[in-house]
């Protein structure tokens, strides 16, 4: 097994996908690190805890979850830079993996190695990176676990995105899909103290498909506009991943063909983008973060090996009442959940009721007192299900 792979399927054929996840939080050289620079590019940089934990979701969800019968799973390399270092489990074959921290070095030859394996026409490449990142003009940067080791070129600890994306045209594999989760704003004093001559490592170059490969159909979704701030949870897995996983799960999926249910590019941007406006979903970072995808092929990614479970808001109207409401959600006449009005002292709670429920239909019903039972049905189905009860 290569240095960097902690799940291989020694069986695979040429038509697999090969997954290369990175999650950076702890970084040697930014404020709160063991070696802490005084460089004036790294000001406003910190330590952040979502990165590990959000990358080692989405290698787990790789791992147990992803299915698409026509290229199915073949490896996945996994680099982290986390403040308490420890194995990864790989859950197929039930042993604890050793995982490299995300330097800059380790990520380049973990690039080219993830290249090589992926170097086949029915081959699918993923890449998902959490942490920090920059913006310089339309590029973006990744920051890997020692950026700013070299003070004299401080973005020589950095993965230049696109100018990889675009190297990738070098790949055989006809389908290549990325996910960056990372901040996009730019940066002026890092730009004005380190220059643009170099805007990271490029492993890979090149800008063009070579003749006799089979076009390349790819898909590249940011958690965030170009010059804007990705947003994360302290301690917890990042707004959009939670999101692109909670997709996976059913909100981005249709069954137009052959009845099963199945996740395409363009169903999975739409499904996180819905996400990422919910307020019971995000939050007070509700709309703070905008999905984009540029220059977006669509095709299947991902079949579902059960039925979808679909985001549902119930609320009341006007929504107000949602305070005094209990809500209550059955399924064949048998209660599946409850949420009860909030108790003497508790904060009322104005916000809808959010679930994620199973493909089906489903009865609800608010309460708000004697003579005051609000009652309707509804069809979970993706990518949501809205339902406002009025009273009669």
Known sequence: ???????LDENAGPASTHALVIGVGAYTHLDGGP???DHPGAVGMRQLSSPPLSARKFATWMIDEYHDTGRPLGSLALLLSEADPSPFLDSRAGEPRVVETATIDN????VKEWKIRGDH?????????????????????????DIFADLNSPLNGALHFEALRRGLESCKAAQQVFFVDACRAGSDRLVREAGTDNLGQVPISGNERPDGFLPRAHAAIYATLHGEESFARADDVSLFTSALLRSFDGAGSENTEDRVWRVTIDTLKHAITRFMKEPSFAGTLTSAATPVSSES???????????PVVPVYIGCRPKEDNALAEFICRRDGQEELRRPPPGPGEEPDVREWALFLPFGRYEVEAVLGIGDVREDQLDARPPLFRIGLAKP
């Not at 097994?1 to 799940?7: I, L, N, Q, R």
């Open 297 to 307: 092929f669509d095709f299947d990614f991902h079949e579902l090996r059960r039925d």
């Open 107 to 110: 990520i380049v030859a973990a």
């Open 121 to 145: 026409d029915q081959a699918r490449l993923v890449f998902y990176f959490c942490g920090h990142g920059v913006s310089l003009g339309v590029d973006t940067s990744l920051l890997a676990a």
């Open 1 to 7: 097994m290569a240095a960097f792979t902690v799940h």
């Open 35 to 37: 070696s802490p620079t």
